[in-house]
């Protein structure tokens, strides 16, 4: 069984075995959109394969578009070279769900795989073809919420964006560069509209790829090297848009289990291929079931029917109300609490801590009952139905291959926003703080962690996190027996940027403390006070 065109055409043997085909002529679908595209995607990885292109499959199959969506690498190419092209754009989608079973999809919908290289003039040149096509409706990202970013971590414009800035928009090096090029292909074609929709994982991202794009046009425009007229497109939202969205979906790096079943099935080509810029390539993603996509539906040229296959058009408050809820109640907190008391238990899966009673009480708690009440409610989404998918669905998943320790990464960057937000509405909505138990408990389970140490007394590697250095001096002289005032405490207690509050302030601080000295009373002593606060 090879995954190319010539390979499906035996499709009964890939239907014996579980697979489901496109159910449309591939090829007819390519031309179609070869010739007047509607939909561009820059981000060629597994979450674009599992959800985006997926997407469009399932519009092509309901009847609901006859043209599919082309993608657009610009950061390791050999995706498109090694990946794409090699399987003529197919891949095969596994779905990993909460049951123990899996589904198995080709995907066909990607009609054309295109390279982000203003040195490759034949690339280029189709690119800039695509953008001046007047049946282009949108292109939608998922480069990482890095991608959008033109600084350095002190703040200052890297080199090789002030590069691009007084070169001009005829060959830019940098991708968001690259980017707003195109759209001044897309400016001389006859301004013509288009929404440019990031689907990346971060807050307000429409403003994050907007703010990018908008320098550029800024200061080609201030240098001459652009139109006047170029800025005035980019920013009016009846040409150029730049939506808000809220995605949702798990889609881990290819996993050795899942490559075995299909090795099993004969499906050739399955050797892990690894790029240059380290990229691990494979022809196959795995995801899970759940997903969730919500956009802000402004689009100056139109759209897909994609409210036809589960995506849901809103206005942007309401995208802003979703984002909440799933940051601040319905999930990450959930994961965050999961990621620290995994580390310090011993755990190695997060899906393995949802059979532990003790932790699945603990993200019962935190999210049924201390963030429940002053969740924001989207309206769009119900957050106690979410919050039921989480726990009974997704985290116990057995197929996610998720780590706590991937998870306590940068947990000092969350911990404001995972929880400190829900302190904030207690206040605001006038409820008593003192009522909170378990989001102070994971307070203390973070200061704990940052002792390096599991509940056994056994040392662990912590996980990356910018803090971990400033924030661990607050207890590197504490060890297991000792006990400690929250006068000792102060500075990392009372640092907003941590909690998002001073827990002083907030009459949270001698919760916290108290809990600490309970955790680090002993060996055994983490497994006995969470029983105790749970049971």
């Not at 400033?470 to 990392?492: C, M, N, P, T, Y």
Request: hydrophobic share 40%.
């Amino acid at each position: 069984m090879k995954l190319n065109l010539e390979g499906i055409k035996n499709g009964s043997e890939w239907i014996t075995k579980g697979y489901q085909l496109p159910g449309f002529d591939i090829s007819s679908a390519a031309g179609r959109t070869a010739a007047e595209p509607e939909w561009v995607h820059f981000g060629g990885g597994n979450l674009f394969r599992a959800f985006h292109a997926a997407l469009s499959q399932d519009m092509i199959e309901k009847g609901y578009s006859d043209k599919g969506v082309i993608v657009i690498e610009g950061f390791d190419y050999e995706i498109v070279e090694k990946s794409y092209r090699g399987n003529d754009n197919l891949s095969v989608l596994v779905t990993l769900k909460a049951d123990g079973s899996i589904g198995k999809r080709v995907i066909g919908s990607v009609s054309e795989s295109c390279i982000l290289d203003s040195e490759n003039e034949k690339e280029y040149s189709r690119l800039k073809e695509i953008f001046r096509q007047p049946s282009l409706k949108m292109a939608t990202f998922t480069i990482t919420e890095k991608g959008y970013s033109l600084v350095n971590g002190a703040g200052e414009t890297v080199p090789a964006v002030l590069s691009d800035f007084a070169a001009g928009p005829e060959k830019p090096s940098t991708y968001i560069g690259k980017v707003s090029s195109l759209l001044y292909e897309r400016y001389l074609s006859g301004r013509l509209p288009i929404a440019m929709v990031s689907t990346d994982n971060c807050s307000h991202n429409g403003d994050k790829l907007y703010g990018a794009v908008s320098a550029f046009a800024k200061a080609w425009c201030g240098n001459k090297k652009a139109e006047e007229g170029f800025l005035d497109y980019i920013n009016d939202p009846s040409k150029v848009s730049f939506p808000w969205s809220m995605i949702d979906k798990i889609t881990p790096r290819p996993d050795a289990s899942v490559e075995d079943i299909l090795r099993k099935d004969g499906l050739e080509g399955l050797d892990p291929i690894v790029t240059s810029k380290g990229t691990y390539v494979a022809p196959f993603v795995n995801a899970e079931e759940t997903q969730y996509l919500v956009i802000d539906d402004v689009f100056p040229n139109g759209r897909p029917a994609l409210e036809r296959v589960g995506v849901i058009f809103t206005d942007k408050e309401t995208v802003d109300k979703v984002e909440k809820m799933k940051v601040c109640t319905c999930l990450n907190p959930l994961h965050t609490a999961l990621a620290i008391y995994g580390c310090l238990l011993g755990y190695t899966r997060i899906s393995d801590e949802m059979k532990d009673a003790d932790l699945r009480k603990l993200v019962e708690i935190i999210g049924y009952k201390e963030g429940l009440p002053v969740v924001v409610d989207p309206g769009v989404l119900d957050p106690k139905e979410f919050i039921d998918t989480v726990l009974n669905v997704r985290v116990p998943n057995p197929f996610m291959p998720d780590t706590p320790q991937r998870i306590a990464t940068d947990t000092s960057q969350k911990l404001p926003i995972r929880f400190g937000e829900t302190i904030k509405n207690y206040k605001k909505q006038g409820l008593d703080i003192a009522e909170l138990k378990c989001i102070p408990f994971v307070f203390a389970g973070w200061l704990r962690y940052l002792m390096a140490v599991d509940d056994e007394g056994r040392e662990f590697t912590r996980s990356d996190d910018p803090r971990l250095e400033s924030a661990g001096a607050f207890v590197s002289g504490i060890k297991l027996g000792d006990s400690v005032s929250a006068e000792q405490l102060r500075g990392i207690l009372s640092d907003k940027t941590v909690w998002a509050v001073d827990l002083f302030e907030a009459g949270l601080a001698d919760t916290v403390v108290s809990y600490f000295n309970e955790l680090i009373a002993a060996p055994g002593a983490v497994r006995k006070t969470l029983h105790a606060l749970v049971g």
